[in-house]
C-alpha cells in the first residue's frame, strides 16, 4: 500500500514558538493532502484540504493564519503552527490522496505535539 | 453536517471470536466507504473499502457489508486476534470529496 511519512513524531515545545510539521508520500504522487487534529478518544477531525500549487482549504473555525499550510510539491506538505500555545497540543495526522480517480486516503503516523 | 455514526463505542471478544463492528451513515449521497484501524499513537491504518454498488467485500478476515437501504455499513474481522485490538473508523464520502469520519469503535480482544 501507499506510504506516507511525518516528521516529527513528536514534538515538544515553549509556548509563542512556532512548529513545522511535515508530510510525505513516498511512493506516490500526491495531489492532495489532509490535515487532521485528533483529541485523547476522539475521532479525526479534518482542519484543511491541501492541492498541490494552491492555496489550502480551510474548514470552518480553523483559523488559516494560526495553521499554515504549505504543499509545493506532489510529495510534500506541511503545517505550521504559529505561537503555539497549550490548547494547540495534540495528535496531528496528515493524509494524502494519488491523483488518479481513487478515492482512499492514506495516513501518516502522526505527529504529537505537547505546548509547554 | 450529516454525519458517521457507530452504535457501539466499546467491543470486547475473546481471541479466536468473530467481531462485527457497525456504523450508521446519514449522507446519502455517500458513495464510498472505508474502514480504518487506528492503534494507540498511531495514525490511521487502511483496512478495506467498498462502493455503494457492492453490498459485501472481502479481505484477508475482514469483511465489509454495505446496507445502502438502511444506511448501514459493518466489518467483519474473522478469528479475531490481540493484535486486533485498536480503534475502528468507518469513514464515508460523496464522490471524490473529504472524508467524514465516525466516532470509532474499540475493539479489545482478550487472550
Known amino acids: 500500500g501507499a506510504v506516507v511519512s511525518q516528521h516529527p513524531s513528536w514534538v515538544i515545545c515553549k509556548s509563542g514558538t512556532s512548529v513545522k510539521i511535515e508530510c510525505r508520500s513516498l511512493?506516490?504522487?500526491?495531489?492532495?493532502m489532509f490535515w487532521y487534529r485528533q483529541f485523547p478518544k476522539q475521532s479525526l477531525m479534518l482542519m484543511a484540504t491541501?492541492?498541490?500549487?494552491?492555496?489550502?482549504?480551510?474548514e470552518q473555525g480553523v483559523e488559516k493564519d494560526k495553521f499554515l499550510i504549505n504543499h509545493a510539491s506532489l510529495t510534500l506538505s506541511t503545517l505550521t503552527v504559529t505561537s503555539a500555545h497549550p490548547e494547540d497540543s495534540s495528535f496531528y495526522i496528515c493524509?494524502?490522496?494519488?491523483?488518479?480517480?481513487?478515492?482512499?486516503?492514506?495516513f501518516g503516523p502522526g505527529t504529537r505535539l505537547l505546548v509547554l | 453536517g450529516e454525519s458517521v455514526g457507530l452504535h457501539l463505542p466499546t467491543l470486547s471478544v475473546q481471541e479466536g471470536d468473530n467481531s462485527i463492528i457497525n456504523c450508521a451513515y446519514s449522507?446519502?449521497?455517500?458513495?464510498?466507504f472505508i474502514w480504518y484501524k487506528q492503534e494507540s499513537g498511531k495514525g490511521p491504518q487502511f483496512i478495506i473499502d467498498?462502493?455503494?454498488?457492492?453490498d459485501k467485500r472481502q479481505g484477508q478476515r475482514v469483511t465489509v457489508l454495505l446496507n445502502k437501504t438502511v444506511k448501514h455499513l459493518s466489518l467483519q474481522i474473522a478469528a479475531t486476534q490481540p493484535g486486533d485490538s485498536a480503534v475502528y473508523f468507518c469513514?464515508?464520502?460523496?464522490?471524490?470529496?473529504?472524508?467524514?469520519f465516525g466516532k470509532g469503535t474499540m475493539l479489545l480482544v482478550s487472550p
Open positions: 493524509s494524502a490522496r494519488g491523483s488518479g480517480l481513487e478515492e482512499t486516503q492514506y
Open positions: 511512493d506516490f504522487q500526491a495531489t492532495t
Open positions: 491541501s492541492n498541490e500549487g494552491s492555496k489550502a482549504t480551510y
Open positions: 449522507n446519502s449521497a455517500s458513495d464510498y
Open positions: 467498498i462502493r455503494s454498488n457492492m
Open positions: 469513514a464515508e464520502t460523496p464522490g471524490y470529496s473529504t472524508l467524514t
